[in-house]
């Protein structure tokens, strides 16, 4: 019976209009260059971004009647007021002390909070509060981070720290930071977790067979096997803390100051950035030209960070088995 | 051999294991919290300032009688564009990389670039698009610009796009095409390799492996991270204020080249104010924004339980 | 049944209940394990069917039998390793050296470092050798540097693997191979000096040649622990055991003296398996 089969079989299957090879490899052809060409409009993307940013920042270093302005005056000058008084000052440092202060306090509150919150997850919650957590904090991941400014505003400022101190403006680098460590804490939270959880149970077994207490496999075992994943999203945590935009435009406040102070006003390299594109100066002044500068300033630290975060995942990632 | 060391009492090593359970679950607790004072917060300022006319009216002076209506249709506008634009190119760059680079310098190099991209901060790529899609790098005077169609109607293109709501959308693709590229990357690299196989087995082509067998079995996940892509681009407002997105507008787009607002501008906009007034419907925004964020979610969790078979038993 | 928790560092391997206060004669060595009407489940499963088992101390017990028989619960049992398993439960009477192991107040961490396990993969932790081996006992106990360095290096003699990685005690673990892996990891459970040794499969992932090292290496151990292992492999069982237990459908079938067990047994099902008609 078999047999008769398969000859049916064969004699129907030769019945088909056989395609022709030519065209089919001229289509295979055209789809992969094709594709090629989309896959390639990232690599132009960085390419336009590197080189709009040289372009303009040379732009505002040669500018014709500021010869004060040069790259060494800019990356250590103290004064950043290019909006104030007869003469403009260009000093990047406040800018950069101020979105270092911020991104400090976003940290010290999104990291340790965020790494209890993933060991917890991964070690301690059952399936079900596991799943619940995560969806929470899905939730907080998506919110837009103009919420978490308006958040800082109109609650973390008011009700939390100017209770607590009176030296607290309505604008302060701590309601901000708080804000943004909130906003990173998902990311911190939710990549460490996927970290944690990648670390085998065999070795969590194998602690336990020693006579580990959870704490002993936790601290000792689990965290240091996961730990190249957890800097990696310590890293990229930070860096978009260095980059976030709307939160201190809206709670930081406008005063480029070179503080350490958390209830002072400061202005981060990203909300001078917004003040500029707003309108507040003439499209071919030296102000407007010197946000260009300052993007790629910022450009270049989380450049350099996202490099780091890749390098210690790549360098340490650790191979189980 | 053990008898050597100074024993350390059980008592000592219980105590830290319950500590570490504590701080563990004392950071849960606070970020439950922190999410839940955050909604609430918001709930409480804005619910009395929703209504139907609240969604339908426009921008106003007076907070009373201010709407969303120009920032919903413009959020509306820029995220299809977006998705239309970040959605293909990203499945396609994903397909590239996964079906057919050989693991070469130059597939690390993009893959790296990728992963790179997915760290710029979004004002950036607002600095990008703000000199090619606003001014065309200079090469085309934005007072005297290419036209094509006729300006009141619907299909009017111009050179370069200046303010319009096409470089906005543009420019959130920028913004989420490597996010996108990395989520369908993940879908295309948990299909398993024996489907691919059976495909090539049968004498199928890449492309045909590809259109008929990867792509199918990864498209559900696929879709799921596409609407993450687009919930991210969709609160994004620093790019589109570099790019000229306005704060106060009285219009919604009628073509590809209409001025245009979004809810997170239009946000920001009224949070920055200093009366309460305003702080109010920048909440009501907030909630409608939120509600807009919890549908996509709703969407992504639904294919993801509904599409998702097994793809191996 | 008392439940004094005892300093294994003083105890000597030997029945507790008194009733033969001269050392036992050669050839009945006193009793480690005692099981009785011991069953199992996990959630509504019921995995062991009341179990009847003594395992003498300082002698090597291997359990076989086919996938699923019960066996690896256990061993599992034995250090309560299955208190990590949501819905384990168990009923009858386990006892180690008289400790009632069944006991919900048990201290499991200071069981667990009486007995020792070796898993069925090797599950060396991502750290230095030496830091494997130091693992357990920096758990247990604050050691000077020198004492540690001894400690570590007696228990890589004793798991045979001194010679081969004197020279890179602070290289990765991840390093080795699969058999100094799984020598590493039965160095690691000597160095808490347990009382009983539990191995699970030990050698399914290795290779002839490591595997025949392994099993030399139990054949030495015995001197000092109590060995319990499960092994799918019946000449290995019959090259490596003092005492073979044969359990099926979680009942022991029998159990014995391999040469007997394997040779001549009583029961048919544990003559078709060893024969290789069903497991």
Known sequence: MTAVAARNAAEISQRGRLRHVGIRQCTEGIIEWSLWGLTMLSVLTTVAIIAVLVWESTGFFTMAGHDDVTVWSFLTGTTWSPLLGAEPAFGILPLVTGTLLVTAIAGAFAIPVGLLTAVYLSEYASPSTRGWLKSALEILAGVPTVVYGFFALTFITPYLLQPLSESFGTYNAMGAGIAVGIMILPIVCSLSEDSLRAVPQSLRDGAYALGSTKFDVTAKVVVPAGLSGVIAAFLLALTRAIGETMIVALAAGGLAQLTANPSQQVQTMTAYMVQIFLGDAPANGIEYRSSYAVAMTLFALTFAMTWAGAIVLKRYREEYE | MTTIGQEIPIATRRRKDKLMLAACLGATTLAVTVLSVLLLSIFVQGASSLSWSFLTSFASRKPAQAGILSPLMGSLWVCAICALVAIPVGIATAIYLEEYARRSRLRNFIQLNISNLSGVPSIVYGILALAAFGRCFGAISADDPLSLGDPDGFFYLQLPFGRSVLAGGLTLSLVILPIMIIAAQEALRAVPPSLRQAALALGSTRWQMVWKVTLPSAMPTMMTGAILSMSRAIGEAAPLLVVGGVLLLFSVPENLMSDFTVLPLQIYNWAGRPQAEFHKIAAAAIIVQLAVLLAFNAVAIIIRRKLQRPLQS | ?279
Not at chain 3, 79 to 98: C, K, P
Not at chain 3, 151 to 171: G, I, M, T
Not at chain 3, 184 to 209: G, N, Y
Request: net charge negative.
């Open chain 3, 1 to 279: 049944m008392s439940h004094v928790l005892m300093d294994p560092a003083t105890t000597i391997p030997q029945a507790q209940s008194g009733s033969t206060p001269t050392p036992a004669p050669a050839g009945t060595p006193p009793l480690a394990v005692e099981m009785r009407g011991l069953s199992a489940w996990y959630g509504t499963h019921q995995v062991l069917q009341s179990i009847d088992l003594d395992i003498a101390a300082n002698r090597v017990c291997a359990l076989i039998g086919p996938s699923g028989c019960g066996k690896s619960t256990l061993l599992r049992w034995l250090n309560r390793m299955n208190d990590t398993i949501a819905g384990a439960r168990a009923s009858g009477r386990l006892s180690l050296h008289g400790l009632d192991l069944l006991d919900r107040a048990l201290d499991v961490v200071d069981l667990r470092r009486r007995v020792g396990m070796v898993f069925q993969k090797p599950n060396p932790f991502p750290k230095s050798i030496f830091d494997n081996v130091a693992f357990g006992p920096r758990l247990h106990r604050a050691y000077g540097r020198t004492d540690l360095e001894e400690l570590v290096e007696q228990s890589l003699r004793a798991s045979a693997l001194w010679e081969e990685v004197k020279d890179r005690l602070k290289k990765s673990a991840l390093s080795l191979s699969g058999g100094q892996q799984q020598r590493l990891c039965i160095a690691r459970a000597i160095a808490v000096d347990p009382e009983v040794l539990l191995m699970d499969e030990p050698c399914s992932a290795l290779d002839p040649r490591s595997t025949a090292s392994i099993e030399e290496l139990i054949r030495e151990l015995r001197e000092n622990y109590t060995i319990i292992i499960v092994t799918h492999n019946m000449p290995q069982a019959s090259r490596v055991s003092d005492t073979t237990a044969f359990f099926d459908e979680g009942k022991l079938i029998e159990s014995g003296d391999p040469d007997t067990l394997f040779t001549t047994p009583r029961e048919r099902r544990t003559e078709d398996y060893v024969s290789g008609r069903f497991g």
